[in-house]
């Protein structure tokens, strides 16, 4: 029998059948993943308060672009590029003559993430892009030659829709996918890895601290004795479930597991340790009179930024800070449901 020739043409594979209008695996989803060959299906979703797939919907614009007050020819940080959305808007502000330096640590969507932002004819010299954990913000600002600082710097904390939606990435236990929730999946533990070395006592920490769960020694006791059968999300979510008290309703049991993935992806991540780094290196990233916003999304980062921007107004770090945190309309909420728990705080260097 004669060898395939490897040059032959092959023959056309039609790509699976879309499944109706609301299919529910995400790579079944693939005009929500394709918005520039399907708009109406991604207005459709976005119309009924959903986040397409594959998409983040940007979270307080308009309030973000306000207490920054980005003007033309300033130079910017964006310390989480995610989908673009914020450096996208950003850009525009900062004009042709302002430069933006764009930061994310997921080497799966910044390149994604820079080639639209490209595409819309944003040049290398216009947008810098790096792949790099936001705690290194001092040494990238060293590293593009902008030791003197910069007049804008917005981080959004949150995890992207992205990350969320796909059940690859071990963020959500609405689908099964590898326990993994690491924002890069080519560094470090994965949630599986971590759970299967730490101790019970440190797990219990880690719940209590990272996300508030007031169950956490019954979790973390359950955790324990599930080693080695808990490698995906839904294996987390039984598990979790099944150690709460049987008085708990649906929507309390739901938002334990909740509680207990945040907790485990702060872990994974060090989030915590990240944001503090950060915190510290702000007001030095900013030049005379520079501006400050970031977006959190529960209340161990929340209350975080608001110590540290508090300490840096005693200590004259900081002229102004926020007196309270800005919180999403009525609207947004609406359209987007996703924005239901960020806040948004601000400070003004000196």
Same mark, same amino acid.
């Given at each position: 029998?004669?060898?395939?020739?490897?040059?032959?043409?092959?023959?056309?594979?039609?790509?699976?059948?879309?499944?109706?209008?609301?299919?529910?695996?995400?790579?079944?989803?693939?005009?929500?993943?394709?918005?520039? +060959?399907?708009?109406?299906?991604?207005?459709?979703?976005?119309?009924?308060?959903?986040?397409?797939?594959?998409?983040?919907?940007?979270?307080?614009?308009?309030?973000?672009?306000?207490?920054?007050?980005?003007?033309?020819?300033?130079?910017?940080?964006?310390?989480?590029?995610?989908?673009?959305?914020?450096?996208? +808007?950003?850009?525009?502000?900062?004009?042709?003559?302002?430069?933006?330096?764009? $930061?994310?640590?997921?080497?799966?969507?910044?390149?994604?993430?820079?080639?639209?932002?490209?595409?819309?004819?944003?040049?290398?010299?216009?947008?810098?892009? /790096?792949?790099?954990?936001?705690?290194?913000?001092?040494?990238? $600002?060293?590293?593009?030659?902008?030791?003197?600082?910069?007049?804008?710097?917005?981080?959004?904390?949150?995890?992207?829709?992205?990350?969320?939606?796909?059940?690859?990435?071990?963020?959500?236990?609405?689908?099964?996918?590898?326990?993994?929730?690491?924002?890069?999946?080519?560094?470090?533990?994965?949630?599986?890895?971590?759970?299967?070395?730490?101790?019970?006592?440190?797990?219990?920490?880690?719940?209590?601290?990272?996300?508030?769960?007031?169950?956490?020694?019954?979790?973390?006791?359950?955790?324990?004795?599930? /080693?080695?059968?808990?490698?995906?999300?839904?294996?987390?979510?039984?598990?979790?479930?099944?150690?709460?008290?049987?008085?708990?309703?649906?929507?309390?049991?739901?938002?334990?597991?909740?509680?207990?993935?945040?907790?485990?992806?702060?872990?994974?991540?060090?989030?915590?340790?990240?944001?503090?780094?950060?915190?510290?290196?702000?007001?030095?990233?900013?030049?005379?009179?520079?501006?400050?916003?970031?977006?959190?999304?529960?209340?161990?980062?929340?209350?975080?930024?608001?110590?540290?921007?508090?300490?840096?107004?005693?200590?004259?770090?900081?002229?102004?800070?926020?007196?309270?945190?800005? /919180?999403?309309?009525?609207?947004?909420?609406?359209?987007?449901?996703?924005?239901?728990?960020?806040?948004? +705080?601000?400070?003004? +260097?000196?």
């Amino acid at each position: 029998m004669s060898e395939a020739d490897p040059n032959a043409p092959q023959p056309h594979r039609r790509r699976p059948r879309y499944r109706g209008t609301h299919p529910r695996r995400f790579e079944e989803k693939y005009k929500e993943l394709d918005p520039d +060959r399907f708009p109406e299906l991604v207005a459709h979703v976005r119309s009924r308060g959903q986040t397409p797939a594959g998409q983040h919907v940007p979270i307080l614009v308009e309030e973000v672009l306000e207490v920054l007050h980005p003007a033309p020819g300033e130079r910017g940080v964006d310390c989480t590029f995610g989908f673009g959305g914020h450096s996208e +808007r950003l850009l525009r502000a900062l004009g042709p003559t302002g430069q933006l330096l764009s $930061l994310d640590v997921d080497p799966l969507q910044l390149p994604r993430t820079e080639a639209r932002l490209r595409a819309l004819g944003y040049g290398e010299t216009t947008l810098l892009v /790096r792949r790099t954990n936001f705690a290194a913000l001092g040494a990238v $600002l060293h590293e593009v030659g902008w030791s003197d600082g910069v007049d804008v710097l917005f981080a959004d904390l949150g995890v992207s829709s992205m990350q969320i939606d796909d059940p690859a990435r071990g963020f959500t236990f609405k689908q099964d996918g590898p326990l993994d929730m690491r924002m890069n999946p080519q560094r470090g533990l994965s949630a599986a890895q971590w759970l299967e070395r730490a101790d019970e006592a440190r797990i219990a920490v880690v719940l209590a601290e990272n996300s508030d769960e007031p169950h956490a020694e019954r979790i973390a006791r359950a955790l324990c004795a599930a /080693r080695g059968r808990v490698q995906t999300t839904l294996q987390l979510a039984e598990c979790i479930r099944a150690a709460l008290p049987p008085r708990l309703d649906e929507e309390e049991v739901d938002r334990n597991v909740r509680r207990v993935f945040q907790a485990l992806r702060v872990e994974v991540n060090d989030e915590f340790g990240v944001l503090d780094a950060l915190l510290r290196q702000i007001p030095s990233a900013l030049r005379s009179g520079g501006r400050v916003a970031l977006l959190t999304f529960h209340s161990g980062e929340d209350r975080r930024v608001k110590k540290a921007f508090e300490r840096g107004l005693a200590d004259g770090a900081y002229a102004e800070v926020s007196d309270e945190v800005v /919180r999403p309309s009525p609207e947004e909420r609406r359209e987007n449901p996703r924005s239901a728990p960020a806040k948004l +705080r601000w400070a003004r +260097r000196a």
